[in-house]
């Protein structure tokens, strides 16, 4: 099986910081693109950025400019950092990735985290 824990969520203030991580674990033959996405309450499940293994990187319009988005393909981690953060920004961070598990399985399946809460409040 598969694992994706996230980290690095928590309380901050507007226009603050926070640096969030995935850490992809178990059977994993390859990764293909991972993504971060967000639910605030009584909203649907948003994507915020996605990168590919070769590094292509894609944004909201809404985060452009504030969050980036990491890999390291090396340890199966991705990362968001989310600079000058603001109310809006509050939600549940979740991480995604697609991935083939064996060499003998060829279809790609989609993995997710159980999520980390994110709330920009003063």
């Known amino acids: 099986q598969v694992q994706l824990v996230e980290s690095g969520g928590g309380l901050v203030q507007p226009g603050g910081s926070l640096r969030l991580s995935c850490a992809a674990s178990?059977?994993?033959?390859?990764?293909?693109?991972m993504g971060w996405y967000r639910q605030a309450p009584g909203k649907q499940r948003e994507l915020v950025a996605s990168?590919?293994?070769?590094?292509?990187?894609n944004y909201a319009d809404s985060v452009k400019g504030r969050f980036t988005i990491s890999r390291n393909n090396t340890k199966n981690t991705m990362y968001l950092q989310m600079n000058s953060l603001k109310p809006e920004d509050t939600a549940v961070y979740y991480c995604?990735?697609?991935?083939?598990?064996?060499?003998?399985?060829?279809?790609?399946?989609?993995?997710w985290g159980q999520g980390t809460q994110v709330t920009v409040s003063s």
């Open positions: 990168i590919t293994s070769g590094g292509i990187t």
């Open positions: 995604n990735g697609q991935m083939r598990t064996t060499v003998y399985d060829p279809l790609i399946y989609h993995f």
């Open positions: 178990g059977s994993i033959f390859t990764i293909y693109a």
